[in-house]
């Protein structure tokens, strides 16, 4: 298969309009592609490398682009293996040869071509086919399912993997793809709820009500004496956070998935700020501290995926509480489980909401206790209500302030993710809630995500994930989706989180008055 089919195909999707279209596309383009080739096919056309990073910046490809060949010759064969061999040298002479592997791969290419690699290589390249798109195009250029290529994504955590197996064996080769201790899972999502009686109108009385934290998702592997850390985008953080290894590896079971959340307290037993807790995942705060070394993180499981042999995704989660309780030592000292009530009584939700908010955390999850654990879905099983609107937004460019804050970009413009794989659609602007550290890190950090200069500011690649708090949501035809934020003001910026896990513009939406 030429780089230029994949080129045509990904310049097809970002002018497509729709998510049933774009997979259409994507599809095609992975029915051409022979069995070795499917792999960087379907990563390129969710826009990164097979290889995930390969340390390459702009300039260094600036340097190397021009003189564009006249035409097509590069296969994806060619391209793929060039990038393996830049993903893995490394050591003395490795800067040579990674630009004798680079100036290779680009004087072979067109100029489409060119611009193509370049915005693949920098994690530039915007085309609209987020994962939910691409599974869907898996699904239909193999003939299997859509519910039998998300669960073998939840099971295998890659996209690539999942499209070779449901394009080489169909179904057949998905129903392999099982739970394996020490390979990730993709994680269950929890979807907002509006209120807490809200919440339990919609799921009745068979529930539990959880503490929700302001802490980072976890899932904890243990074999053995093994024990293997990652974060909510499958991220390996097992070297940097060894409490959590010491004390999941002293549990009482040989073989164990567990799902939660982690956080630094004071102490007091508060929250710390979040910033803190991220430090130790090697994110510095969005004022540019540090990380701090003294910082120590405490786990609050809520879910068991795996024990002892036994994998429990598809048990009730009632089942899986039961096993998580036998699981987790009662240590008042040191609590291991996340806070909260089965099957609470009238008035005890709201108790545990109160009691969440008075500990300083965010608010509480209500979850279903027939359902089954459904990676990668914001759906109605589990529903987060925080007595604050809070959206999670992209960044799409932001306005030189005036006043005190002259020389600073100040005003940012808030995107919603399009759930039909399209660009983020603008929502609003807000100034708000930004302090000095701030301002100062957004003037530092814009120009690395620059698109486009203009006399007001700059405009964004879509890269950075904030989170906003609102009153609310009004109709507004002065922006695209046709609705506006409400008093939106800045929490924080969201370095654990991509533009694929931001809000939809659905969820924006279910704010306005009157549903």
Known sequence: MLLAEVVAASTAVAAARGRKAKAGLIAGALRLADGDEVPAVTAWLSGEPLQRRLGIGWRSLAALTGGAAAESTLTVADVDAAFAELATTSGPGSAARREELLRGVLSRATSEEQRFLVRLITGELRQGALEGVVLEAVATASGVPAADVRRAFMLSGSLPDTATAALRGGAEALSAISLQVGRPVRPMLAGPGSSLDAALADLGPDVTVEFKLDGAR????????????????????????PELVERVRALPCRTAVLDGETLALDDDGRPRAFQDTMSRFGSAGAGGEMPDAGVLLSPFFFDLLHLDGRDLLDEPLDIRLDALAGLLADDASAPLRMPGVRRPRPGQAA???EHALDAGHEGVVVKDLAAPYAAGRRGKAWQKVKPVHTLDLVVLGA??????????????????RDPDGGEPVMVGKTFKGMTDEL???????????????????????????VEIAVDGAQRSPRYPGGVALRFARVLRYRPDK??????????????????
């Not at 003037?443 to 950075?464: I, N």
């Not at 991509?498 to 549903?515: C, H, S, Y």
């Open 351 to 353: 108790q545990v909401l």
């Open 218 to 241: 976890v899932q904890v592997h243990r074999d053995g004496n093994q024990v293997r850390v990652w974060t909510r985008t499958l991220r390996e953080v097992t070297d940097g956070v």
């Open 399 to 416: 306005e030189w302030g005036y006043g005190r804050r002259t020389g600073t970009l100040s005003n940012i413009h808030l995107g919603a």
């Open 439 to 465: 301002l100062a890190w957004q003037t530092r950090t814009f120009p690395e995500h620059t698109r486009e200069e203009t006399p007001w500011g700059v405009l964004l690649e879509p890269a950075l994930v």
């Open 498 to 515: 991509t533009p694929a896990e931001a809000d939809t513009l659905e969820a924006v939406r279910a704010l306005l008055a009157g549903g």
